[in-house]
């Protein structure tokens, strides 16, 4: 596994998938990249990059934990850029992970190409997602056998009286099926600290990450699942309105991991996208 050294000296590691034209690849959680495997086959038309974020995965714990920050991390996206000798970088990010990419995109707009954010995260932009528009979504799930006990986990976590995350994972798919379960229970638990100190006080700045997104230039897609509770896809569309223009794209039956869902119709969203 390939390795490279942070501006402060921790020992950072990435995989790569398939040959071609590289695509930077961020992990949401932070948690251990394997999760998103290949992305559903996307490897057979680019070369991806996945970095391991800083005390996940195989990349070393910092010696200074506060680094978890996620405006801190920018420094290590574009250590990897230069890394790996690119001028300038597509760039893919999902759920937490687009807060990571968003915000290195703000600081080195001239090193990013092409922007994909796969069912983002919205804390660097500052969009709310309320209770509310969760339950929402959530019912459209109610003739799923499964629905019952995971609607009771939702409604105790949103009302702040319950931590049954496990509950509500059929939520985060777009078939509750042997595939869904199989990469569930491949996803290896993410670093606590890394994820408490992903968002500290300080990581995010929300009002002038708007106003440079306001004016960004370089191509974006937004991609949203039907049924991701996590990205609810109203919340999306918010999120696309930040950016002049930006390709909004609802891809259907799909939850927050879009590419175990339908690998088929996500290659060929990302693929229309990428080039």
Request: charged residues 20%; hydrophobic residues 40%.
């Amino acid at each position: 596994m390939p390795t490279f050294t942070a501006p402060d000296g921790t020992r950072l590691a990435y995989r790569t998938h398939g040959e071609g034209d590289p695509l930077v690849c961020i992990p949401g959680g932070p948690a251990d990249s394997l999760y998103l495997g290949d992305l559903g086959g996307l490897s057979a038309h680019r070369r991806l990059i996945v970095l391991d974020l800083r005390g996940t995965g195989r990349s070393a714990i910092p010696e200074d934990t506060s680094s978890y920050r996620c405006d801190r991390l920018v420094d290590d996206v574009e250590a990897l850029r230069e890394h790996l000798g690119l001028p300038r970088m597509d760039l893919l990010g999902h759920s937490a992970g687009a807060n990571l990419v968003i915000q290195y995109a703000v600081r080195h707009p001239k090193r990013v190409r092409k922007l994909a954010l796969i069912t983002p995260g919205t804390r660097a932009v500052g969009l709310p997602i309320p209770g509310d528009m969760r339950r929402e979504l959530a019912q459209r799930r109610k003739n799923e056998p499964w629905f019952p006990a995971a609607f009771s986990a939702l409604e105790a976590i949103t009302q702040g009286t319950g931590t049954d995350w496990d509950a509500i994972n059929p939520f985060f798919y777009g078939r509750w099926d042997t595939e869904a379960h199989r990469h569930q229970a491949s996803a290896r638990p993410g670093n606590d600290e890394a994820v408490a100190l992903f968002g500290a006080e300080g990581a995010f700045a929300p009002e002038p990450t708007r106003a440079a997104l306001a004016a960004w230039e370089t191509p974006v897609l937004l991609l949203a699942g039907e049924f991701d509770l996590n990205s609810p896809p109203a919340a999306m569309a918010r999120f696309a309105a930040l950016f002049p223009e930006a390709t909004l794209v609802l891809q259907p039956g799909a939850g927050h991991y879009p590419w175990v869902d339908d690998a088929d119709r996500f290659v060929a969203t990302a693929t229309a996208f990428l080039g």
